[in-house]
C-alpha cells in the first residue's frame, strides 16, 4: 500500500468516525433534549389544550352573566339567543388562552385565596374538549409586582401570565360576526 492511499484511507476513517459523533451526538443529546423542552412546554402551561381541541367554552365574571361559546362545524355561537359570533374572534382568544404559562406555583393553604381575589374568583374560564375533557381555572388580581394573574388549578395557586383581558370581561358584542358573516 502506497504512502498516499493510507494517507486517503486515513482521512476517510476519520471523516466517517467524526460523522459518527456528530450523528450519535444528534440522536442521543439533541432528541432528548427536545422532549424535555416538550414536556417543559406542556407542564408550563396553564390550561393544557390547543385551539383545535376546543369544543366549548365558559367564562364566568364574578357579578356578571356567564358567557358560553360552541363549536358548530368551522365556526362558533353564542347558544340562543345569542346567534353566531366571529370565528376569528373566537380563534384568536383561544390562540391567547392557550399562551398562558405559569411562572410559579404554590399549594392553596387557608386564608390564602381571599388575599389573592380567588374567594371568589375575578372569572372562571372552563373548556370542554372534542373529548369530554374539562378544563377549569379561576383567575384573581392581578399581582402588582410582576402584573401575571392569580390562578388556582387543582388546588394550586399560580402565577398565570400572558391572561387576556377577554378573559376576565367577554363582552359579547366584540364576539358578534358582523353583518353577512365572518
Keep these: 500500500m502506497k504512502a498516499r492511499t493510507r494517507t486517503l484511507a486515513l482521512a476517510a476513517a476519520l471523516a466517517?468516525?467524526?460523522?459518527?459523533?456528530?450523528?450519535?451526538?444528534l440522536l442521543y443529546v439533541e432528541r432528548p433534549d427536545e422532549a424535555a423542552r416538550a414536556r417543559h412546554d406542556r407542564e408550563t402551561r396553564a390550561l393544557p389544550f390547543q385551539p383545535g381541541e376546543v369544543a366549548?367554552?365558559?367564562i364566568a365574571p364574578r357579578g356578571a352573566p356567564g358567557i358560553r361559546l360552541v363549536r358548530d362545524g368551522d365556526g362558533w355561537f353564542l347558544p340562543p339567543?345569542?346567534?353566531?359570533?366571529?370565528?376569528?374572534a373566537v380563534e384568536g382568544l383561544l390562540e391567547r388562552l392557550s399562551g398562558m404559562r405559569v411562572r410559579s406555583a404554590t399549594p392553596a393553604g387557608p386564608g390564602g385565596l381571599a388575599s389573592r381575589g380567588l374567594d371568589p374568583p375575578t372569572?372562571?374560564?372552563t373548556?370542554?374538549?372534542?373529548?369530554?375533557?374539562?378544563?377549569?381555572?379561576?383567575?384573581?388580581?392581578e399581582n402588582p409586582f410582576d402584573r401575571t394573574r392569580f390562578g388556582r388549578r387543582?388546588?394550586?395557586?399560580?402565577?398565570?401570565e400572558g391572561v387576556p383581558d377577554a378573559a376576565l370581561d367577554p363582552a359579547p358584542e366584540r364576539l358578534l360576526a358582523p353583518p353577512g358573516g365572518g
Design 16 to 25: 466517517a468516525l467524526l460523522a459518527a459523533v456528530v450523528a450519535g451526538a
Design 56 to 58: 366549548a367554552l365558559f
Design 81 to 88: 339567543p345569542g346567534g353566531r359570533v366571529s370565528t376569528i
Design 123 to 125: 372569572a372562571r374560564l
Design 127 to 141: 373548556l370542554t374538549l372534542r373529548d369530554g375533557t374539562e378544563l377549569s381555572l379561576d383567575l384573581g388580581d
Design 154 to 160: 387543582d388546588g394550586e395557586i399560580l402565577a398565570v
